[in-house]
């Protein structure tokens, strides 16, 4: 086995995609002792003027941070994120109220900039001799047998650069070419599922230097069919995301439109905003479609291997994407400690993940029910107090978004856990039921003889 692990170890690894994965990827790789190629499409966001891409920031939970925690990197980045301690609901007439995720034992959730997050892996990248970054590197073509790679510089008069390695990792996201060549192989099974509604960010500014609302939250405007949420900035602002069907989005044309859905429907937010920003951002953008994809195997032979959105891209209502992609490698590195041949390290990854993550897919698309219409219910405020009282007395009794939000619980445990709650209610409440009927019967009969 020792032997086995040594071999892995001289063999050069060519990540693709220097995004929030590929660079945790490559950051564990180089630390095990191989010599990792990083290639990324984009120019280096370091000496970027402005980043296109997804969500300016996202939420971080457990499975992130213990990823980070295990490159020397967690506390850096906890020490500017922002604590969002539960969700703050907004109604429609501007009343809000607080839903703290674990009243029991505090934990919470950090809004960290994507972009932030991103240099300070890729630092840490730069900081290890055994990695190389490329920028500017768009993966064309790949031909997983031989393991040779041909990138193109998307710049113009970009010239086209032939490579190769011994073991592939797509860290490409939910788009990923990597996939792509996978997808051709008998016994790869993919599904991808595009969901109804369309999303669109939208800024609430800093005002006098300070957040406009109380930054300590997610804040979420739930609507039943549609939503909108708000993570705090560190300067001080909000990212809006605003979450609709796109046929909503296409029945709002004009300016007054626009302003009358927003006086309905998000009146407290409007003024925030400010009427002219929000026009101004609204009609920028075309809403962005969302995607979610299972696949398996994640892996070829000891050859190739894909990572996060490519190997598991989610609707983003649970907050879990980056935080799973990053357990991805938190889990590949326990397996390749156990210093196995590099194919039964990797099979063995597939076997132990696909799983959970398509566990995890699944109670994203839940998510997106619970967030924009379940919140506002009362049997869901009756479960979450029931689950608050059950969690401080026996602490066993750890509700689904905890263990999926502060916990590394399998995914599909999360799931078979929160199932085992259902069950075990219902026969209470089945219990208690029949026992009021039978004492209610009982009191009846002696009352009358
Ligand atoms: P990506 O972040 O997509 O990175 C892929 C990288 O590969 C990019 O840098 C790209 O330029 C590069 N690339 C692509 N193609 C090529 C190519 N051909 N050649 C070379 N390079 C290439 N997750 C959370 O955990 N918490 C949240 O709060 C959260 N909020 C979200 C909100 C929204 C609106 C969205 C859309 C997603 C959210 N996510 C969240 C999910 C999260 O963004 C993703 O799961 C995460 O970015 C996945 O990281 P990745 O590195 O796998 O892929």
């Known amino acids: 086995a020792g032997l086995a692990g040594e071999e892995v170890r001289r063999r050069r690894v060519a990540v693709v995609g220097a995004g929030l994965v590929g660079s945790l990827a490559a950051l564990n790789f180089a630390r095990r002792g191989n010599h990792v190629d990083l290639y990324e499409y984009r120019e280096d966001i370091r000496h970027a003027l402005v980043v296109t891409g997804r969500s300016i920031n996202l939420a971080l939970s457990q499975r992130g941070r213990k990823a980070l925690a295990a490159v020397g990197l967690e506390q850096k980045i906890l020490a500017t994120a922002i604590p969002m301690r539960g969700r703050m609901l907004h109604d429609t007439k501007g009343n809000t109220r607080v839903v703290i995720y674990d009243p029991c034992t505090q934990q919470c959730l950090y809004s960290v900039g994507r972009r932030q997050l991103n240099e300070v892996l890729l630092d840490a990248c730069d900081e290890l001799p055994n990695i190389t970054c490329h920028f500017n590197h768009k993966l064309a073509t790949v031909n997983l047998r031989e393991g040779s ?123 925030l905003i400010g009427e002219e920003q929000l026009v101004k951002d609204f009609f920028k953008t075309k809403p962005q479609h969302l995607v979610s994809i299972k696949c398996r195997p994640y892996h070829y032979e000891d050859k190739a291997l894909i990572l996060g959105d490519a190997a598991h891209a989610m609707v983003p209502y649970y907050g879990q994407g980056m935080n799973a992609g990053m357990e991805d490698v938190t889990l590949l590195t326990e397996i390749l400690d156990r210093q196995l041949p590099l194919d039964e390290t990797l099979a063995q990854f597939t076997e132990k993940r696909w799983q959970d993550a398509f566990a995890i897919c699944d109670l994203a698309m839940y998510n997106y029910v619970e967030m924009r219409d379940l919140t506002k219910r009362w049997s869901f405020r009756l479960r979450k107090f029931v689950d608050t009282v059950l969690f401080r007395f026996f602490p066993a009794w750890i509700p689904l978004y905890n263990s999926v939000s502060f916990s590394s619980m399998p995914y599909s445990e999360c799931i078979a856990n929160r199932k085992w709650q259902d069950q075990f209610l219902m026969r209470v409440s089945a219990a208690s039921i029949l026992a009021m009927i039978v004492t209610g019967g009982a009191l009846y009969v002696q009352g009358r003889s």
């Open 149 to 271: 790679l041909e990138f193109r510089n998307p710049q113009p008069g970009g010239e086209a650069i032939t490579t190769s390695a011994d073991l592939i990792v797509g860290c490409d996201g939910a788009f990923s070419s990597v996939r792509q060549q996978l997808v051709r192989l008998p016994g790869f099974n993919y599904s991808q599922i595009y969901i109804e509604t369309g999303y669109l960010e939208l800024c609430i500014p800093a005002e006098a230097g300070d957040f406009q609302m109380p930054p300590n939250y997610l804040h979420i405007w739930p609507r039943d069919s549609f939503m909108m949420i708000a993570l705090p900035n560190q300067d001080r602002s909000f990212t809006v995301t605003l979450s609709m069907p796109f046929d909503m989005f296409s029945k709002i044309q004009t300016k007054s439109q626009l302003l009358d859905f927003f006086r309905e429907n998000f009146g407290d937010a409007l003024p």
